[in-house]
């Protein structure tokens, strides 16, 4: 599998028969660059702008919206309910962690996630091998609670995002320095190419180069 970062809570996950998952399309209100790529699945944590823009992708990919379990093309992704803040969603509203298994490799994309998880969602989700953590705060959990996540959680790998990158980004969120103080085993890459044989034993944050949106 090969997984690409487009910018802030954007991936794209490609198997080894090039089936493709790409995560929170945004549009060009947040700073990076749209990501007008071809998918054959999208997953939406949520509607606002920097997370549900699928009008900027080309052709018609299957769309993952909400709860519950999902199978398109054979891939099944579960779908399980949270909150956009620590407040019951008062404040920001609803927002769905994707789980799904490509090339033997477990991921979680956490969306915007606003809290801890509690143990019915860490029993929804299941083993991890890959997290994709939102860290800049503000809209999020911050540094600190994604660490505190990435602790409940214990995957393998741990994929930041949602985070200030440079001056372009027009969200007040922070960069990624706070969070990686937290950690030993950071490694910063292109893009990543991993399979469940080539899983690292000890955790490891690995920091995605921003990639080309086309």
Sequence with gaps: MNIRWLGHSCFLFTNQEGLTVLTDP????VGY???HIQTDIVTVSHHHFDHDSVHVLPGKPQ????????????????????????AQGTKRGKNTLFSFTMDGVRIVHL????????????????NVDIACVPIGGFYTIDAEQAYQVVQQLNPKIVLPMHYKLNKKISLPI?????FLAYFAQIKRVKTLDIFSASLPQIQEVIVLELSAAR
């Design 63 to 86: 769309i993952v919206d909400g709860e519950g379990p999902h199978n398109f093309s054979g891939l099944s992704i579960q779908g399980t309910a949270t909150f956009h803040d620590a």
């Design 26 to 29: 945004f549009d060009e209100d």
């Design 111 to 126: 969306g915007d996630l606003g809290h801890l998880l509690t143990p019915d969602h860490l029993a929804n989700v299941g």
């Design 174 to 178: 922070e960069g990624i320095d706070r």
């Design 33 to 35: 660059p749209v990501p």
